[in-house]
DNA sequence: ATTGCATTGTGAGAAATTTCACAATAAACT
DNA sequence: AGTTTATTGTGAAATTTCTCACAATGCAAT
């Protein structure tokens, strides 16, 4: 498969959700035109991200809405559950772990870890919180992949090597400092004190950018 | 002033956190060297960031901490207060008033909304949540210019529809969903699930991007 | 069957963003 | 005072990302 930059992938991540919505409702085909609409980003630009999937519309009709979306699964690896894990459970943490409890089969959150021993060895929104010092030994037990970081700054780089060390190749980060992970691990950020900052300063000035970008 | 890239205002709020430190801990002077490790990027990725705020530093000593805080403070407008409201005080909703309601004295969180009676008329995390029918009116009254929305997707659109009407000229929304927007009102998309999808992908195949960038 | 038509798939061009690389320069040292 | 040295500021190249534009295509209508 053709190498996809991660820009892709975040908008494929978006065509997918709009193709579950669009075969729940039971629309067989979908054009690129509408999917844009939908998407909020040009025509052009999802049928080159659709590309990547070598996906395939015909002219008259588009889409085909099922096929897409089993691509559009078979890209993200839906078929190969990968197990989730989340450190810390404050605030931000609670909130995670109760929305993604429900969604997201594909992705269960097997373990939560906290260093407030008044969290640890209980079950908080359906997930058991963990002592940190397990953190190595249950990343490797339960097939952890992925990590979600919401811990304080100052602790973010010290979980991140022990899920890196438990086995760990991918992290959502919401603590505001870059960490330091072997080349093979994917770091996504997630840091919601400068997206503010970048809305305070479009909101106070009078040019605001032509196409808003969704990303982070 | 000129025209910044919203890429380069999201790496000036991050430069604009660690001269914070810096200034905190007494640091005079800083290197573009040391600004890069700190952030987790390039040193000439960050003094092409700074030219825009229009900084100077010298080669012997690097840029002096306290005089470019200062003008990355008078770039996102520290001194204009601006006023900010959430709506949805929903799991991220609350852990969001928690976590802004400290920190942030220059854009202070003066209302919250939600459709919800049972949560409606309660101070929550120290802010006051009222009826969405009172939205324009406060909105305006207050004069609020920064608006979150942390509603379901199918509630994000009328939502932003009444902050707009109040007067907001920039949103933050955590909604999985575009909003319609006049062309002069600005908004960020933070989309948790398709970040999630991101880690997931990667997390799942052999070749990592070689930069993780910084985003959103 | 043929024609007409709106849409796909994509090469090529445009635009945005990052990186390189080096002359200019300010401090430290002799 | 002059020399050395490391770093800034920034054109220009390189790279990445997006957009345009149109030939190829598949369906519907006649
Ligand atoms: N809450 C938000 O809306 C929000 C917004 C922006 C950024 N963030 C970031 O998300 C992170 C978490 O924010 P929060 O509001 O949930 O904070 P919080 O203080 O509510 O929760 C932090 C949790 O981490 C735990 N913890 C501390 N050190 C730990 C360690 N070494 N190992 C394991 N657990 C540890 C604490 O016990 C606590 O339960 C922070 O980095 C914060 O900057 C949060
Ligand atoms: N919680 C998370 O960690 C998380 C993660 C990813 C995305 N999100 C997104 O953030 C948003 C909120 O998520 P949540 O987990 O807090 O949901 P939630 O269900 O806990 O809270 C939603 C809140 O919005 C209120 N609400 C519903 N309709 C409204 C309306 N028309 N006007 C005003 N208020 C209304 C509800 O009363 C509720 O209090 C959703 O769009 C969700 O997709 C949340």
């Given at each position: 498969?053709?190498?996809?930059?991660?820009?892709?992938?975040?908008r494929?991540?978006q065509y997918?959700r709009i193709f579950?919505n669009l075969?729940?409702?039971?629309q067989?085909?979908v054009h690129s035109q509408q999917l844009a609409d939908a998407a909020g980003m040009g025509a052009a630009q999802v049928r080159?991200d659709?590309?990547?999937?070598?996906?395939?519309?015909?002219?008259?009709?588009g889409y085909?809405?099922?096929?897409?979306?089993?691509?559009?699964?078979?890209?993200?690896?839906?078929?190969?559950?990968?197990?989730?894990?989340?450190?810390?459970?404050?605030?931000?943490?609670?909130?995670?772990?109760?929305?993604?409890?429900?969604?997201?089969?594909?992705?269960?959150?097997?373990?939560?870890?906290?260093?407030?021993?008044?969290?640890?060895?209980?079950?908080?929104?359906?997930?058991?919180?963990?002592?940190?010092?397990?953190?190595?030994?249950?990343?490797?037990?339960?097939?952890?992949?992925?990590?979600?970081?919401?811990?304080?700054?100052?602790?973010?780089?010290?979980?991140?090597?022990?899920?890196?060390?438990?086995?760990?190749?991918?992290?959502?980060?919401?603590?505001?400092?870059?960490?330091?992970?072997?080349?093979?691990?994917?770091?996504?950020?997630?840091?919601?004190?400068?997206?503010?900052?970048?809305?305070?300063?479009?909101?106070?000035?009078?040019?605001?950018?032509?196409s808003?970008?969704v990303?982070?």
């Amino acid at each position: 498969m053709r190498n996809v930059s991660t820009k892709t992938v975040g908008r494929l991540s978006q065509y997918r959700r709009i193709f579950m919505n669009l075969y729940a409702q039971g629309q067989t085909h979908v054009h690129s035109q509408q999917l844009a609409d939908a998407a909020g980003m040009g025509a052009a630009q999802v049928r080159r991200d659709l590309m990547a999937l070598e996906a395939v519309g015909t002219p008259a009709k588009g889409y085909p809405t099922a096929q897409v979306l089993e691509q559009l699964n078979d890209f993200f690896g839906v078929a190969e559950k990968q197990h989730l894990a989340l450190a810390g459970v404050g605030n931000l943490g609670r909130a995670l772990l109760a929305y993604l409890g429900e969604r997201r089969p594909s992705t269960p959150i097997m373990a939560a870890f906290d260093a407030d021993p008044e969290k640890t060895y209980k079950e908080i929104q359906g997930c058991t919180c963990y002592p940190v010092d397990w953190m190595e030994d249950l990343v490797e037990k339960f097939k952890i992949t992925i990590a979600i970081i919401a811990v304080p700054g100052d602790a973010a780089q010290g979980v991140t090597d022990r899920f890196v060390t438990g086995g760990v190749r991918g992290i959502l980060n919401f603590a505001p400092v870059p960490l330091r992970v072997p080349s093979d691990v994917y770091v996504e950020y997630l840091d919601i004190t400068m997206l503010l900052d970048k809305v305070t300063y479009f909101a106070g000035n009078a040019q605001v950018p032509t196409s808003s970008d969704v990303e982070s």
